[in-house]
């Protein structure tokens, strides 16, 4: 009886717990974690996302954007892969989650094992831009200008592993122009831009979600898109040439972003988070924001984990010999 009285309880207290457990994601905000500065492409990506995601979770759900930068997005993919995993911190990344080990001695995460995988987000092409006071004013002039002034010159980048360090270092290495510029770290595209149009920096490779703002106001020159197709259905970029056109052959950079959990969420969250993401995508406000700064917002079967997961493993392998080859123009 005493048995009996006893099993009983522990049903008791497990029914208890279990019935208390809290509804994700309950009243606690869900932190979108930015590895780059406010103001800057995967900001405003994140910024954008937050507010759909929110509305796919029915409005009650409350959501942040934290921006934890420096060296090149690592930090902020290292908080998040150490986060709690309940759900309420969340990464926003792009390319930099698979360049990022080949350009690091030594990561503070494993990118394929520490991370749930909960769907891609968009693509981004990006823009080769220059200070307004450049006296070139297409491709080939500013190609002659760089060799002209080889070693005088610098470009600026988010950090080791961004997007504008990787696509300055291919583009480097594309043109030959070893030793042509310094490079010049920032914490994100946004104080880049900053000084960019200031006159500070020479000039920066960046996602048109940053430079497409700064082209049409006329604040920055845009020279090429890095896309090897021209951007013939974006009113402002249609008429700059690919890098291809200009002679640099396979030239091919878009840069995509994704949404990760740490690893050992439950799949009952992951499985909401990645529901409200697959909604948030179709939200045409969303699209329309994305779509006007020359983003395209993926579909649902990239948007599923296993295929992100594949996706970023390919990318893993693709950027590696990149990287590798266009390697010994990095400092
Ligand atoms: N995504 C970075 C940012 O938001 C820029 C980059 O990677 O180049 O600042």
């Not at 009243?27 to 979108?32: A, H, N, T, V």
């Not at 249609?238 to 990760?260: A, C, N, R, S, V």
Request: aromatic letters at 6%.
């Amino acid at each position: 009886m005493k048995r009996l009285l006893v099993l009983a309880a522990a049903a008791t207290a497990m029914f208890a717990a279990h019935a208390q457990a809290p509804a994700f994601p309950g009243s606690k905000p869900i932190s979108l974690v930015v590895p780059f500065a406010a103001g800057g492409p995967t900001d405003r990506v994140a910024r954008d996302l937050a507010e759909a995601m929110r509305k796919a979770m029915g409005g009650s759900a409350n959501f942040v954007v934290e921006n934890v930068n420096g060296a090149g997005g690592t930090i902020g993919a290292a908080k998040v892969a150490r986060a709690t995993p309940d759900g309420h911190t969340l990464l926003v990344h792009h390319i930099g989650m698979a360049a990022a080990p080949a350009l690091y001695r030594k990561l503070p995460y494993k990118v394929l094992e520490d991370f749930e995988f909960l769907g891609m987000i968009n693509e981004v092409p990006m823009t080769i831009i220059g200070k307004p006071q450049l006296p070139a004013n297409n491709y080939r002039d500013f190609e002659n200008y760089i060799r002209a002034n080889s070693g005088k010159l610098n470009i600026a980048h988010a950090g080791l592993g961004s997007a504008s360090h990787l696509c300055g270092l291919m583009w480097q290495a594309a043109i030959n122009a070893k030793e042509a510029m310094t490079t010049i770290p920032f914490g994100g595209t946004a104080p880049a831009m900053n000084a960019l149009v200031g006159g500070q920096v020479d000039m920066m490779c960046d996602q048109t979600t940053n430079t497409t703002g700064q082209i049409e106001a006329g604040r920055v020159k845009a020279f090429a898109v890095t896309t090897a197709k021209p951007l013939s259905n974006n009113k402002l970029l249609k008429d700059y040439p690919t890098l291809q056109e200009m002679g640099l052959k396979g030239f091919d950079l878009t840069i995509w972003h994704g949404l990760y959990a740490p690893r050992g969420t439950p799949p009952a969250v992951l499985t909401q988070l990645n529901n409200a993401l697959k909604i948030a995508l179709k939200d045409p406000d969303f699209i329309k924001k994305q779509e006007g700064l020359g983003a395209i917002v993926v579909t649902d079967k990239r948007v599923e984990p296993a295929a992100h997961k594949a996706f970023v493993s390919a990318e893993i392998n693709k950027i590696k010999p990149v990287v590798e080859a266009a390697g010994k123009f990095a400092d």
